[in-house]
């Protein structure tokens, strides 16, 4: 989903932050998708078949396509054309569940909680990578307390069970849906866990017992506790255009994070419970870190903290400008 303000804000602190040194961090060893037809990455996945490839998609305004990617070159391997649904709405999330099948979470809604229900689409990740159609299934999903916009799904490796995030700018919730999704019926995903961020998505660590939330400038730490979800720490996110996706590595060790726009680049970060601890920023490589707020920080120097803070007060200001003359 487009953010005009979140777009101005990603264009500044870009421009603010432009300084080798500023962007300097360990594990920088990301790609770059180069697809054209990829403009609005919204989701990432790790493949659990295909070592190196990562699935994506577009947002709204887009077919039913899934991307895979190859984390090597950045080129598209493979192009899935989703059969048997609709046309996606926005497609905001992509993860994927026990028996290596694939959720698409058609969540997002550009009129911010205007729509009645949403959908999730599931399919078999395939076993060959080329061009081709599979049948996928549709699954119609309600929020318990009322149409929301929601832009972070992920699916518990373990149980299948698929969890939603809604998206507030002063913190949403962690809504579960039932243990086994209906594909004749309406799924009713109910909130269980306030969540500290204005989250554009969310991944599950692969042994279901970490949970990454992102936003635009930052991201925060759960240990999963069964979705009855305990805060650890900031995530160390790196600062992008407009970010929009997190995955984990297949092994749990690395957290890939995403952008939308064409030639958007997928930056790497080691998972903070990779070591087997949960350290918060403040004790990583000595810097400094930003407090934690709706839209939580990683891990930036002085410098770097001050021209966030910049930025975010003149959007904000411009903001609430704009909201008194409307």
């Known amino acids: 989903m487009r953010r005009p303000f979140a777009l101005l804000a990603g264009a500044l602190l870009v421009g603010a932050l432009a300084a080798p040194a500023a962007l300097a961090a360990d594990g920088d060893d990301g790609f770059t998708i180069k697809d054209p037809r990829i403009k609005e990455s919204s989701g990432l996945a790790a493949s659990h078949l295909h070592p190196g490839v990562h699935w994506t998609h577009n947002d709204s305004g887009y077919g039913p396509q899934i991307y895979a990617v190859d984390g090597r070159t950045g080129e598209t391997v493979a192009t899935i054309t989703l059969s048997g649904i609709g046309k996606p709405r926005d497609a905001e999330a992509i993860s994927i569940g026990p028996g290596n099948q694939i959720y698409l979470g058609d969540i997002g809604d550009n009129l911010d909680g205007s729509w009645p229900y949403v959908w999730i689409y599931r399919l078999p990740e395939p076993k060959e990578l080329k061009d081709q159609t599979i049948r996928a299934t549709q699954y119609v999903v309600k929020y318990s307390d009322g149409p929301r916009n929601a832009e972070s799904m992920v699916v518990h490796p373990k149980t299948g069970r698929v969890y939603i995030i809604d998206k507030k700018e002063d913190g949403g919730h962690l809504y579960e849906g039932p243990a086994e999704l209906s594909p004749s019926g309406t799924n009713v995903f109910r909130p269980i866990a306030p969540v500290d961020l204005w989250a554009t998505d969310a991944a599950l660590s692969p042994d279901g017992t970490h949970l990454a939330v992102r936003g635009y400038f930052g991201g ?107």
């Open 220 to 326: 925060i730490h759960y240990d999963w506790n069964g979705g009855r979800i305990k805060r650890v720490g900031l995530l160390d996110v790196p600062l992008q255009r407009q970010g929009e996706s997190v995955t984990y590595s297949v092994d749990g060790t690395k957290l890939l994070y995403g952008s939308e726009g064409s030639g958007s680049p997928v930056q790497v970060r080691d998972a903070p419970e990779a070591d087997g601890s949960a350290k918060s920023p403040s004790k990583q490589g000595g810097s400094s870190s930003t407090g934690a707020g709706p839209d939580g920080g990683g891990r930036f120097g002085v410098g770097t903290v001050a021209a966030v803070a910049g930025v975010v007060a003149a959007v904000w200001g411009l903001r609430r400008l704009l909201r008194r003359r409307s």
